[in-house]
């Protein structure tokens, strides 16, 4: 005789609720989520035009703890806790118990953040190779990883009080003001840090000292590091570059998606910035299939100096390798990279 199975499959029903406040009738209804302690994702399902959503969960035997996320539609592979919290969706916990009923989860979406989900971007491109003769070649079948670098702004909140005070000593030295004995060490560190860099930094202190925004620094500098640190984010701009050639390391970026560059060498991708970006600023590095690897032929340096800031969908960028990228192996962008004023010409970092 045939014994039951005691391993049938169970569900428990986790329902949720999402209030957008001022809601239209035209806005797209949230996606929720439901992921599992390891990060893998248990159900996905989008609310109806109520802001009703119902989850089904495995019933285990024992608790479980389940993060419920709600935001915005992804594609099966950015639907990842990462990727959803880059684009602003909220999330709760709740433990899953095999004898209590779960609660009904309530979110509350402000209108803007509600907005922010539907927010995309259309990048469009050519990467091209210098050829030995100065002319330009397409460069076909490259994959080209588009990446989103995190406004500046928030780059200066993150900065570290030591790190605002070594930027207030270099304002003090741009004004003629001499350091004191004792932080000289620290101000040789600096410099030996950015020696590579040299050049293009010293280009920049000029244009700070230069510009009209420079005298409120200056008088900054001889107070809190908060003060000089508010001062820096509201004139996050003149020092944008600078910044991100002196302290490279708080340069964040994150991969928004790939694009293939076809036999003009122009690719073409859709791609959803982050939520907590007013603007969209886009770094492009780009590799050809050798021999089973994967070569990169543009990974220009530094970041910021070939960053398309405030970018506008839909605009073309022109991404040239110096490199010979069909069948041997490429140098590499960093090495020969164009002068820094030809850089801003052509538009990639001003």
Not at 14 to 23: G, M, P
Not at 111 to 125: D, F, I, N, T, Y
Not at 256 to 265: F, M, Q
Not at 271 to 293: K, M
Request: charged content about 25%; some cysteine.
């Amino acid at each position: 005789m045939a014994r039951e199975s005691i391993d049938t499959p169970r569900t428990v029903s986790l329902e949720i609720k999402v209030r957008v406040a001022d809601a239209v009738e035209e806005q797209t209804a949230a996606a929720v989520y439901a992921f599992a302690r390891s990060g893998q994702l248990i159900d996905r399902i989008t609310a109806d035009a109520g802001g009703r959503a119902r989850l089904r969960l495995p019933d285990l035997r024992v608790m479980q703890e389940v993060r419920v996320m709600v935001g915005p539609h992804a594609r099966d592979e950015q639907a990842t806790i990462a990727e959803l919290s880059r684009r602003g969706a909220r999330e709760q916990f709740v433990r899953i118990s095999p004898t209590v009923e779960p609660p009904m989860l309530e979110f509350e979406i402000e209108p803007q953040l509600h907005s922010s989900w539907a927010r995309r971007s259309l990048v469009r491109g050519t990467l091209l190779r210098r050829s030995l003769d100065a002319g330009a070649a397409p460069v076909v079948d490259a994959t080209v990883q588009i990446w989103e670098v995190e406004p500046v702004e928030l780059m200066i909140a993150k900065l570290p009080d030591a790190v605002v005070n070594d930027f207030r000593e270099l304002i003090r030295e741009a004004a003629g003001r001499r350091d004191d004995p004792a932080r000289s060490p620290r101000i040789s560190l600096r410099a030996a840090r950015v020696h590579s860099a040299k050049p293009l930094v010293a280009e920049q202190v000029r244009a700070l000292t230069a510009s009209s925004q420079f005298p409120a620094l200056l008088a900054r500098a001889d107070g809190s590091a908060a003060d000089l640190r508010h001062d820096l984010e509201s004139n996050a701009a003149a020092v944008r570059l600078l910044l991100c050639l002196l302290y490279p390391a708080w340069i964040r970026k994150h991969m928004l998606g790939n694009a293939t560059t076809d036999a003009h060498g122009r690719f073409e991708a859709l791609v959803f910035p982050s939520s907590y970006c007013p603007g969209v600023n886009l770094y492009f590095t780009a590799s050809v299939a050798y021999r089973g690897a994967s070569v990169p032929v543009y990974d220009p340096k530094p970041v910021a100096c070939f960053t398309h800031w405030n970018y506008e969908t839909g605009t073309e960028v022109a991404l040239v390798a110096t490199s010979h990228a069909s069948g041997t192996f490429v140098e590499s962008p960093a090495r020969d990279a164009e002068p820094f004023a030809a850089r801003v010409t052509a538009g990639g970092s001003a």
